[in-house]
């Protein structure tokens, strides 16, 4: 180590802004019940916080959601115990109640809103797949100008989401999401084919789209304008990042 000297600074005040957090309700996978990855919510949710941004947290049918298991922070056979933003959100005084009472989305305003951010997680892939209604939801946050972000399996949702000319969002786009080699590691884990279909997979089908991946479980997120998605858990802060610079117009 030299003894270079090392400055910096960072913004500490942004311009006052309002984001929606989605995250899935809860489903049956392999016969117990999958819900949203932690670390995808509440680690977007505690920057944006941070930054002075009022934030709500909304879901496809509104009410009680849930941690996936394996990422709740709580549980003692979880992987993230260290995953303190997460435990600090459920223990709050405020935040936690959200956990048992979730915005439906049919409730939800698209003008009131700057920004949307999605997890991913267990459930989203059986969730988020034949919901019109959140599909429509996505496109109208875009097509009114919006920052559209989507992280991990949240992305699954530029599978089938559809602007009002009939195209795809993810048409003419660059994005990432959860890769196959992550589906790999997620299959060996737990011994059994855990997804019957892939992001990776179903995105390659695409030819108007381009999808990236970095290695398995790097951090890794794209912007591409309005559209931000990043690979997975340990790639929300960047998302996070890159949505507070698109509402800072940088």
């Known amino acids: 180590m030299n003894d270079t000297v090392i400055k910096r600074t960072g913004t500490h005040e942004y311009p006052k802004k309002r984001?929606?957090?989605?995250?899935s309700n809860t489903a049956k996978l392999h016969g117990f019940e999958a819900g949203f990855f932690a670390e995808e919510m509440t680690r977007p949710f505690f920057d944006f916080i941070q930054a002075g941004y009022d934030v709500d947290v909304a879901s496809?049918?509104?009410?009680?959601?849930?941690?996936?298991?394996?990422?709740?922070?709580q549980n003692p056979k979880g992987m993230y115990p260290n995953d303190l933003i997460s435990i600090g959100f459920v223990n709050h005084e405020i935040f936690g109640k959200w956990m048992q009472n979730s915005i439906p989305i049919n409730?939800?305003?698209?003008?009131?809103?700057?920004a949307v951010s999605v997890a991913g997680g267990g459930a989203p892939l059986l969730t988020f797949k034949d919901d019109a209604q959140l599909?429509?939801?996505?496109?109208d946050f875009y097509?009114?100008?919006?920052?559209?972000?989507?992280?991990?399996?949240?992305?699954s949702l530029l599978l089938w989401t559809k602007l009002s000319d009939g195209k795809l969002l993810a048409d003419g786009k660059t994005?990432?999401?959860?890769?196959?080699?992550?589906?790999?590691?997620?299959?060996?884990?737990?011994?059994?084919?855990v997804n019957e279909y892939t992001i990776?997979?179903?995105?390659?089908?695409?030819?108007?789209?381009?999808?990236?991946?970095?290695?398995?479980?790097?951090?890794?997120?794209?912007?591409?304008?309005?559209?931000?998605?990043?690979?997975?858990?340990?790639?929300?802060?960047?998302?996070?990042?890159?949505?507070?610079e698109a509402l800072n117009n940088k």
């Open 175 to 193: 994005w990432t999401g959860f890769a196959d080699s992550e589906e790999d590691i997620l299959n060996n884990a737990f011994g059994f084919t």
């Open 107 to 114: 409730e939800i305003n698209v003008s009131d809103y700057d």
């Open 143 to 155: 097509e009114a100008g919006k920052v559209v972000c989507l992280i991990c399996h949240g992305t």
């Open 60 to 73: 496809p049918q509104g009410g009680a959601v849930k941690f996936d298991e394996h990422s709740d922070p």
């Open 135 to 139: 599909h429509k939801l996505i496109a």
């Open 19 to 23: 984001v929606l957090c989605i995250v």
């Open 200 to 244: 990776e997979t179903e995105a390659r089908k695409n030819h108007n789209t381009t999808f990236e991946v970095a290695g398995p479980l790097e951090p890794f997120a794209v912007r591409d304008g309005r559209l931000i998605t990043a690979q997975q858990q340990h790639s929300s802060y960047l998302a996070s990042q890159f949505v507070i």
